[in-house]
């Protein structure tokens, strides 16, 4: 029985090994690289490196398994006869070590993630803490909004953009909200609580764990097309919860919609090589010209929609 | 100073800087131009009386000059945190840059056509002004490299 637990650790072990090494170079190679254009460009670079990662972890993975049960058959026997005996037992192993493999790589990774992903957003986006005696006014709305939705008040960074970028990174206990100085030009005081109160309600759904779970559930099972489409699904459902409390928490649908309708004006310019912009959209609004299954944040149109008949019952 | 100004394409077509830059850019960087220092919001009235736009587009627009380099800006922490932008270059400056680089590159790559059509262009005659514009040409290949 160790003998069984022992190999079926070890692609976890080993899992985890790579996944922080994988952090650990996207990290450096951010670091290395300081003009945005070129950075944009890193990640894209990146991410297929990344994923060839992920696919030797699963490969040697399964190689040090195939080599355990030539050279050790009694180890390995132990584990495939729970499952199937005698001639199955090579594909049994393969199917065991890529399963555990997988779902020990999505367990490392959402773990990383969810304890480290807010210091990560916060190194990316070079985010800068805010002193409250600079945005007294901004801390005054955040700490009355989360005294009322009831959640411990989040610490406000902000990241040096003009163009209007807000999200909310960290647990729960440890919220985060992280703003461009452009959301602080552009938003009239009213949109701009609105939308803290949308992040504030992200955080008292607790949507930070949600989406840890959700991603997990994809990485957990990458071969299952199914899991691609539960996990964008899961977040639209909880942008338009967090729409809903943000509504109930300032009764001002109005500040809402014309927050949200003015975020999508600056993202609807065409951008060229405008990444950096797609990937700060997904925290906010999705680029309201994509539609469709894979969106990770609902169309526009129907979180306005939406507003609007919470509008009338207002 | 112009090393770090950098523009993505080139539209032969266009008129004006819309031949390297997107239009609502050159209507931002023009009411720049007119303001000389300024903040997002009278960016945008001054932007506006020109085409219906919102003030998170110029914001966002303001965003890709900065990165393009023709626009500066200076984080104020007065009265809460906001941006003052100024243009970096002159419109005589861009045009220059551009100018220059676009023929640059087009003798670094077409070096026989485009001297022979600026040559043509220009209407030199002479067998010695070509001489001469051609050991100006050289002594720039040099220099660039």
């Known amino acids: 029985m160790t003998d069984a637990i022992l190999i079926l650790m070890t692609p976890y072990l080993y899992a985890t090994l790579l996944s922080l090494i994988m952090s650990a170079v996207v990290i450096f190679s951010l670091k290395l690289v300081n003009k945005q254009a070129y950075r944009t460009r890193t990640i894209m670079l990146v991410t297929p490196l990344v994923g060839s990662f992920t696919i030797m972890a699963w490969v040697s993975s399964f190689c040090f398994i195939h080599w355990l049960s030539t050279n050790y058959p009694t180890l390995s026997h132990t584990v495939c006869s729970y499952i199937s005996p005698g001639s199955l037992r090579f594909i049994c192993t393969s199917l065991v070590t890529l399963a555990f493999t997988s779902f020990s790589f999505a367990v490392s990774l959402s773990m990383i993630n969810y304890y480290l992903g807010d210091k990560i957003a916060m190194h990316l986006f070079r985010a800068k803490p805010f002193s409250k005696s600079q945005a007294k006014e901004t801390y005054e709305t955040l700490n009355r909004l989360s005294r009322k939705a009831g959640v411990k008040s989040p610490k406000l960074c902000f990241i040096e953009r003009s163009s209007p970028i807000i999200f909310t990174v960290g647990r729960r206990n440890t919220p985060t909200v992280i703003l461009s100085v452009g959301l602080l030009e552009t938003l009239s005081p009213e949109e701009l609580e609105a939308s803290l109160a949308h992040e504030i309600s992200h955080i008292k759904n607790n949507d930070g764990l949600i989406r840890t779970l959700a991603s997990c559930l994809k990485f957990a099972a990458p071969f299952n097309f199914v899991s691609y489409l539960i996990e964008p699904a899961i977040y639209r459902e909880r942008e338009f919860l967090a729409d809903e409390a943000s509504v109930t928490l300032t009764k001002k649908p109005s500040a809402l919609i014309s927050a949200l309708i003015k975020i999508s004006e600056a993202f609807a310019v065409k951008t060229k090589g405008g990444y950096f912009y797609s990937l700060a959209m997904g925290f906010f609004l999705e680029s309201p010209l994509r539609g469709g299954l894979f969106n990770k944040h609902p169309p526009l149109e129907e979180r306005l929609n939406r507003l609007l008949q919470l509008k009338e019952t207002h | ?145």
């Open chain 2, 1 to 145: 100073m112009s090393k770090n100004i950098r523009w993505t394409e080139f539209k032969p077509y266009e008129k004006n800087l819309i031949k390297v830059l997107g239009d609502l850019e050159v209507d931002v960087l023009e009411a720049l131009w007119k303001l000389k220092v300024s903040h997002v919001r009278s960016i945008y009235r001054e932007v506006a009386r020109k085409r219906k736009v919102a003030i998170t587009t110029v914001a966002t627009v303001l965003d890709r000059l900065f990165e393009k380099g023709l626009v500066e800006r200076e984080l104020k922490r007065t009265r809460g945190l906001h941006y003052e932008y100024r243009p970096s270059i002159t419109k005589r400056q861009l045009e220059n840059t551009v100018v220059r680089d676009v023929l640059e590159g087009l003798f670094e790559t077409f070096g026989d056509s485009a001297v022979s059509h600026l040559i043509n262009r220009v209407g030199i005659r002479d067998k010695q002004k070509v001489e001469e514009f051609k050991s100006y040409l050289d002594k720039l290949r040099l220099e660039r490299k």
